[in-house]
T-cell receptor, first 117, second 110 residues
């Protein structure tokens, strides 16, 4: 089966510009996650969707970050305006379950590496 | 709060050497524990998991045992190969949040 697709793979922007990342999860996976992975750190969950609803966005900096999953399939994560500290790899993951991290496996995309200059 | 602490890398081993990557955790409740692996240029992949105390997760020759008394989930492999070179992440969940360690880079040399 096809894995989690993310694009672009790399993006370089200047601070205060806007950027958007796209994710297409594995077909049939109800749950979709966006993570931020800063160099030298582990991934940090930004937002979790179940179908097209938000389950958890407690660590999403809502003043500049937004995400949507309009039809319960693919998702877009946006940063507007970007800051230097947003430089990171943005990972998308999906899972088949409809609740509970421990019950099903998360499948990760290769990520989008963002550099903010 | 919940957190995961991994041994710092990088770790460099010769092929066929024994591998241990230490992981300890702090959690409220009864977490599930995971090891993920990230090969160069790829996304994270689940390597193994354990959902309750004394469970042993295993996959591809890797093993880890959920030790509640020492709050540990150390990753081991008896004989590493060059193809095991990757970054390894320990992680936990209590059902509401998912927490990753900072990752340990492993390089295996022939």
């Amino acid at each position: 089966e096809a894995g989690v697709a993310q694009s672009p793979r790399y993006k370089i922007i200047e601070k205060r510009q806007s950027v958007a990342f796209w994710c297409n999860p594995i077909s049939g996976h109800a749950t979709l996650y966006w993570y931020q992975q800063i160099l030298g750190q582990g991934p940090k969950l930004l937002i979790q969707f179940q179908n097209n609803g938000v389950v958890d966005d407690s660590q999403l900096p809502k003043d500049r970050f937004s995400a949507e999953r309009l039809k319960g399939v693919d998702s877009t994560l946006k940063i507007q305006p970007a800051k230097l500290e947003d430089s990171a790899v943005y990972l998308c993951a999906s899972s088949l379950d409809e609740g509970g991290f421990g019950k099903n496996i998360q499948y990760f995309g290769a990520g989008t590496r963002l550099s903010v200059l | 709060g919940n957190s995961v602490t991994q041994m710092e890398g990088p770790v460099t081993l010769s092929e066929e050497a024994f591998l241990t990557i230490n992981c300890t955790y702090t959690a409220t409740g009864y977490p599930s524990l995971f090891w993920y692996v990230q090969y160069p240029g790829e996304g994270l992949q689940l390597l193994l998991k354990a959902t309750k105390a004394d469970d042993k997760g295993s996959n591809k020759g890797f093993e880890a045992t959920y030790r509640k008394e020492t709050t540990s989930f150390h990753l081991e492999k008896g004989s590493v190969q060059v193809s095991d070179s990757a970054v390894y992440f320990c992680a936990l969940t209590t059902g509401n949040q998912f927490y990753f360690g900072t990752g340990t880079s492993l390089t295996v040399i022939p």
